[in-house]
């Protein structure tokens, strides 16, 4: 028996039965809708650009000599952040290790927040913008915390209190510097450096543990120097990845942070706060040799 052609018309599947019943104005087409508005958005800003550059000079130095490295010698201002962070921690876990489990948390966000309700909006959630300014204050104001304890900018506010006046002379009698014994809490560098670690912790053999020779490469012997680990690596990696989840945890338990996409929120907030404070301070506050220029005036340089 040959189907109506009411029957024939009448889509055989839920899902674009109710597809069809959607009204046209509840769609957004990629042309001309999302493109268009691109289009616009690329004009304008190439004109703004091309306005900044007939008004504004930009700072041209002399011709570069490669027989002179300038200083401080810098990273172009998208790797400052990078470049910050290599002052603090291992060159490989600053420069490859954290960008690379950075961009895999950044992609894996979609997949951990999953749900459908409020897709599509921004700051969606009741309390979306309170956790956003919190984000954004405890990853700015602890990102600067972290860099100026381990410049020691702490030791030189302690010797500016102590003597009641800027610029502290320690050749000066009766200097009230900063205690030797506690020497070990100038920052990081002081747990490695003022520590007395027995010998045998700064060369522990490994061994053969990477087997380049099994793709005909020399044989490489490791050594384990544990203070060099505990500085360059162990305390930031804890840092880093402690600091965002006892946040998560304490904004969970007052009852601020109630579902996946609130937590999101608060993450993402800090992470670009993080982001923008390292680039800042890489750009403007890192001065001859990189050093922290901002409160050098608080005591004498060491």
Do not use: C
Request: proline share 7%; no cysteine.
């Amino acid at each position: 028996m040959a189907a109506t052609p009411q029957a024939q018309a009448q889509p055989s599947s839920a899902a674009v039965r109710g597809r069809s019943r959607r009204a046209r104005e509840e769609e957004l087409l990629v042309w001309p809708d999302l493109v268009f508005i691109e289009f616009i958005s690329a004009v304008l800003f190439t004109i703004l650009m091309v306005i900044l550059a007939v008004m504004v000079d930009s700072i041209l130095l002399d011709r570069a000599n490669p027989a002179i490295t300038p200083n401080p010698s810098k990273a172009p201002w998208y790797f400052l952040n990078l470049q910050e962070l290599l002052l603090h921690m291992h060159p490989a876990l600053a420069g490859v290790v954290v960008p690379t489990v950075a961009l895999i948390a950044l992609g894996a966000i979609p997949y951990f927040d999953n749900s459908h309700e409020g897709q599509g909006e921004w700051l969606s959630t009741p309390n979306a913008w309170k956790l956003t300014w919190i984000g954004t204050a405890v990853g700015s104001i602890g990102t600067l915390l972290l860099i100026f304890y381990d410049e020691a900018k702490h030791v030189q506010v302690y010797e500016w209190i102590a003597n009641g006046e800027l610029n502290a002379d320690s050749s000066e009698p009766g200097f009230n510097a900063w205690p030797s014994q506690l020497d070990f809490l100038r920052g990081l560098r002081g747990l490695q450096n003022e520590i007395a670690w027995p010998a045998w912790t700064l060369d522990v053999p490994l061994g053969n543990i990477l087997r380049t020779d099994l793709l005909g490469f020399p044989a490489i012997e490791l050594d384990w120097n544990i203070p060099a680990f505990l500085v360059e690596q162990f305390i930031p990696v804890n840092t880093m990845v402690g600091l965002p989840l006892l946040l998560s945890f304490v904004i969970h338990k007052m009852g601020i942070a109630k579902t996946k996409r609130d937590h999101m929120i608060l993450q993402f907030s800090g992470f670009i706060a993080v982001f923008l404070t390292l680039t800042i301070v890489g750009t403007f506050f890192r001065g001859e040799g990189l050093v922290l220029y901002p409160f050098t005036i608080f005591a004498h340089e060491y």
